[in-house]
């Protein structure tokens, strides 16, 4: 499975940001998605995920500005992470992950596919 993250940057303290994930659809019919970020020196730390049904669920950090979606279209699938209000502490590594199911999971460990991180960088 071939997951795609991109969408990050160098942006302002309150600016908005989107992030999009690109995933082959064709591996499996059901799937869970999150968003994870990590923060130079520290680990990894889950930010969002979204299920099969459309549930969603946050990280307290980021409840309020950030929205996690999901587009289907025939043969990939597009998860989105628009982030709003951005601040400093959201600079990291944000990396998508999939994995077959239904899902709404927090825990890195129950995620299969991984994309390639992208760098958002919240100037203050």
């Known amino acids: 499975v071939q997951l795609q993250a991109f969408g990050g940057g160098l942006v302002q303290a309150g600016a908005s940001l989107r992030l999009s994930c690109a995933a082959s659809?064709?591996?499996?019919?059901?799937?869970?998605t999150g968003w994870f970020r990590q923060a130079p020196g520290k680990e990894r730390e889950f930010v969002a995920a979204?299920?099969?049904?459309?549930?969603?669920?946050?990280a307290d950090s980021v409840k309020g500005r950030f929205i996690i979606s999901r587009e289907n279209a025939k043969i990939t699938v597009l998860v989105y992470l628009q982030m709003n209000d951005l601040k400093p502490e959201d600079t990291a590594i944000y990396s998508c992950?999939?994995?077959?199911?239904?899902?709404?999971?927090?825990?890195?460990?129950?995620?299969?596919?991984w994309g390639q991180g992208t760098l958002v960088t919240v100037s203050s």
């Open positions: 659809r064709r591996t499996f019919s059901a799937y869970g």
């Open positions: 979204i299920n099969w049904s459309g549930s969603t669920d946050y």
């Open positions: 992950a999939a994995t077959p199911g239904y899902g709404l999971l927090r825990n890195e460990n129950e995620y299969s596919y």
